[in-house]
Structures are given as C-alpha cells and as structure tokens.
C-alpha cells in the first residue's frame, strides 16, 4: 500500500510573507534597547474559547523589571481589548506570562509587551472557535535539537497561512552536553548547546530554554501562532519514568525527582502555558481543546505521572531462544498488566473528555500524543545491504559499538519483536487499556497525532481483536535527524520500506526529511501534507511537500483516500 516517493509538489511559493512582515517585528520607533530587552520574542498558548496565554522575557540587569502589556483587535493596536502590567524577577527567570481572559470566541488578536526602554516584536494569536466550525488547520511539530541545525520549520510554519494553531508534541528542547548526540554537527554550524555540560539544575534548564528561543524561525512561530505542547521526554532527560530515566545517573547527577521538578519549573516558566489547576502538580500537564463542533484535541501525558520502567532488550534477549521464549516475552513481560504508561487521573480525564466529545457530536477526535502507538516490529535484515553492511562493520573493528548495535537488531528482526521499547509498542497492555477505554467512551474514531521518532508515519491502528480503532500520523523532527539516515540515505530507504513492507498498521514511512505536517480540517476529511524543508543546516531553505492524503470517516472508524 505505498505510495510512490516522487509524487511531489512545491509548496506554492511564501504565501504568507505579508503575515511576517508585521508580526514577530517590533514598532517603528523601536530602539536598540528595546530590542535587546526582549531578546527571546513573544509566544502565546493554551487557548480556549474565552481566554489565552501570552509571553516573553525579559534581559535586563535589574533585580526586578516592570512589564506592561496589550492585546488589541488590529494590529495598529488602535482598538485594544485588555491590557495590564506585571512585574518580573530572577524569581521567575524574568519571564512573563499573562492568562487574558474575556476574550471572543474564534477571533484573532495581536499583543506587545514594553519596558521602560520600548517596545517588544509584535504577537499575532487566535482564540478557539465555538459554535458550528468549517475549518481548522493544524501544524504538527516535534523534535527540535538546536545543535542539528537550524529551525526553518517553524519558520515555515509561521509562514503558513492555513494554519491556525500549531501542536508540538514534545522535545521542545534536548538535554545532552555540547559533547552530546549532535554535538559535531553543532560545532561545524557553530550552533553548540549552552551550558556546556548536560543539564541538570534549574538554571541549566532555563539557559537551555532561552538558547533555543534566540533562533530566529522559534521566534517567527510563536509570534505568528498560538501554541499548544506537550512534553515528551527530552524537556527533562532521555526516557524517563515514574522514578528515573535512561539518561539520568543519581551517582553524578543527583536526586531524580529534584531533577524533574526543576525541568518542570523552566518549561513553566518558558513556555506560553497556564499554571496547574488547584490541587494539581505541574507534573498532571493534560489538556482537551474543544474547537467548535469540528474537532477536540485531548493532549496526552506519559511520562511523568504513570509510566513504568522501560524493558531493556539486553535483559532479555540472551534468554529468548525459541518461538515459545518469544511469545512468552511478548505477553509476559512486555504485555504485562501492571506496567502503566497513563495515570488513573490522566485516564479519568480522557475518559470524560473523549464521552463529552463524542455526546457533543463533535466531527473530529484527536489525541496529541508524543510517542508512536501503531505497532512496528524490526523487519527481516537477511538483506544483501544488511549483510554487507554488518561484516564490513565487524571487519573493521569487531568491538565497535554500531556493528553491535545491528547485530542486535538483526536479532529482533528474526525474533520479530518491536523496534524500540520506550513507545507504546513496551507497553502492550496499556495499548489495550486505552483502545478499551476509548472504545467504552465511544471513540473508535481516534485521529491520534504523534511526534517522537523523527520520521513521517502514515499508520492504521487495531485492537488486540483486529477492531479498527482510528489512524496515526506521525510527525518527523524539526531539525532531529532520522535513526536510518546512519545508513546512508539508500539505506534509510531501504529499511522504510521493509518496515511497512512488515508491519500491516504501517503503511507509509520516512525517516530522510526534517519538517513538519499540515493538517487541515472540515467536516469531510483531514487533508494531510507532509511538508519538508530542504536543509536545516543553514537558515536559507525551501519547502516541498512530499506526500499528501485525506483521512476520511467511513461510518465504521477512520480510513485513508488519496
């Protein structure tokens, strides 16, 4: 069921550019002072119907700064709606955050901030829609690391007139040390990670945040759009869990949980998001965006509140000798009934989100997810290439650690076992518990959206018992590269290929591209483009879309159409 790679189009030019020519730039009589003061832009977020939030931050050398605020019809701010004055301090990073309320349903809006030294770049945002909606334009993004390259999917986005919101779905920002995964890359763009060292503290964290804030396509998105996020697991570290993380070592890098609340704080305080509900942790982050009578998107979070260990394959696998080791594997440890991936609480809001949605008649069912649901097991590598490839890695150092690496995963390809253990694919009975629990909702018609993996992903997605239960897509990086590509780019292909060529929920894959997806909205399909940029590696690029589909409703769950 593959569609041929060269069905392609350009993007029909920067139809947006007059959106930027204002927006994301500062007044007239702007000074440089002024500029200097607001070196991280403008953002806003988490909308409803009736309110949003607004952001910046502030540089300055003053223990305190008084910030003053304005929202505004047009963007002349001639007819200005709210407006108010807050003060910032090193308590808070000297960041902003403004939650405007008793604005209008489905409008859009422009807002600035000043200081005493002028004005900041102007904001554009929109609040969500209520009432019967014929249209939504989604831009979906994930995975950016700054030291990999440059932004200039965001800056598309911004450019972007069919989009009125954007969902990141996670890896906002990355932890490593600019020795780290990209470090080299980095290096020869000079776009290395500041601090340093691996983040750990508050501080760390928050140097981290303003860094990727000073690229110029983040700052163009988030004066252009209005944003919706979730974290997925690099905002703290590399695949945590309830009481650790992969890439968290207590020995060196102190208590876990003193880590996690100070990721937690900087992505508060960064980001253009509301605070905790009373009687809730800045951990319980879900959120459902009712958007008219089209669409609710259900924001979901696994990683922080409910998630069980990771199986680690190199526990296992030595003991897997038969089919019958296997299936054991399979059901007994990777499947089993206690290891969670959501919380009680996050399944309680879901449940009561997805039987609201669905009593509403509302058109559209999305769950933002970070991590890809559909299952995808490790192909058959008895290949020309992948032999090749493996005894010419062996011969040349048999100890090194990338020969290993494919040898490993030559073995979970005959084993036919999952790719990786992090995603939804370790967690078989969680999988089950949410299609069950969806499917008692009333929703068998999930339009899941999911970020992580760096690559474009066209899926189908069943129960344990063959029922249909909705469609993914997934997202590839911002500038992130794919996991093939270290095979060269024949090779990334090649493994793309035998991936859905393997796995029936997968029908299309691409691991070669940076970008992001457009999906737009109506109350007949979900036109879906994967849109890619043709370098990430100096800000001058163009944009291509190199697939594009409908996700339709054929009474029974979703299905695709060309």
């Not at 590509?485 to 591209?513: C, K, M, Q, S, W």
Request: some cysteine; charged content about 25%; glycine content about 6%.
């Amino acid at each position: 069921m593959r569609f041929p790679l060269s069905r392609r189009q350009l993007l029909a030019g920067v139809t947006a550019a007059s959106a930027l020519s204002v927006v994301g730039c500062t007044t007239e009589n702007k000074s440089r002072s002024a500029a200097s003061s607001f070196q991280h832009g403008v953002a806003s977020g988490d909308p409803d119907h009736n309110s949003l939030v607004i952001w910046t931050r502030v540089s300055t050398d003053k223990d305190f700064e008084n910030v003053s605020w304005e929202v505004a019809k047009d963007i002349d701010f001639n007819d200005i709606v709210a407006s108010g004055n807050q003060t910032t301090s090193a308590e808070r990073d000297f960041t902003v955050k403004v939650l405007v309320n008793k604005l209008l349903p489905g409008n859009r809006y422009f807002y600035r901030f000043k200081t005493a030294a002028g004005s900041s770049m102007i904001g554009r945002t929109k609040t969500l829609a209520s009432g019967h909606v014929s249209k939504l334009g989604l831009a979906v993004a994930s995975c950016s690391n700054f030291p990999f390259g440059y932004f200039n999917a965001y800056d598309a986005i911004a450019k972007d007139e069919q989009v009125d919101l954007v969902l990141h779905l996670g890896d906002y920002i990355y932890e490593y040390a600019e020795d780290g995964w990209g470090g080299n890359v980095g290096k020869e763009i000079e776009r290395v990670h500041l601090p340093a060292h691996e983040i750990v503290s508050l501080e760390d964290y928050r140097q981290r945040h303003a860094q990727y804030k000073t690229d110029h396509g983040s700052q163009h998105m988030h004066a252009a759009h209005p944003l919706i996020p979730i974290w997925d697991d690099h905002e703290t570290t590399n695949n945590p869990w309830m009481n650790g993380a992969q890439n968290h070592q207590p020995g060196t890098e102190g208590d876990w949980s003193n880590r996690r609340s100070a990721s937690l704080q900087a992505y508060y305080e960064w980001m253009p998001i509301r605070e905790p509900s009373i009687g809730m942790s800045r951990a319980q982050y879900w959120r459902n965006f009712s958007y008219g009578d089209l669409a609710d998107i259900i924001t979901l979070e696994t990683r922080h509140t409910g998630r069980a260990l990771q199986i680690d394959y190199a526990e296992h696998l030595p003991k897997i000798k038969t089919a019958q080791d296997r299936d054991r594997f399979m059901q007994e440890v990777l499947a089993a009934p206690e290891r969670n991936m959501l919380s009680k609480d996050m399944e309680s809001f879901l449940d009561k989100s997805l039987r609201n949605s669905v009593s509403e008649k509302r058109r559209w069912r999305i769950i933002a997810n970070q991590i890809p649901m559909a299952r995808t097991h490790v192909p058959s590598l008895k290949h020309p290439f992948f032999n090749d490839l493996i005894k010419g890695l062996s011969k040349k150092d048999p100890s090194d650690a990338v020969a290993e690496e494919w040898k490993v995963m030559g073995r979970v390809g005959e084993l036919d076992l999952p790719f990786y253990l992090d995603t939804w694919d370790g967690y078989g009975a969680a999988r089950e518990r949410f299609y069950d629990l969806c499917a008692a909702a009333g929703a068998k018609d999930l339009l899941v959206l999911t970020g992580d993996s760096h690559a474009y992903w066209q899926n189908q997605l069943f129960n344990q018992k063959g029922e249909r239960m909705g469609v993914e897509i997934g997202t590839t990086g911002i500038s992130s590269p794919g996991d093939f590509l270290r095979l060269g780019i024949e090779g990334a292909e090649l493994l793309d290929n035998l991936v859905a060529e393997h796995n029936p929920e997968v029908i299309y894959t691409d691991n070669r591209y940076n970008g992001y997806v457009r999906v737009v909205l109506d109350h007949d399909k979900a036109a879906t483009e994967f849109v890619t940029v043709s370098t990430v590696l100096k800000p001058e690029y163009k944009t291509e879309v190199v697939r594009s589909f409908n996700v339709v409703n054929d009474q029974e769950s979703l299905n695709y159409t060309s």
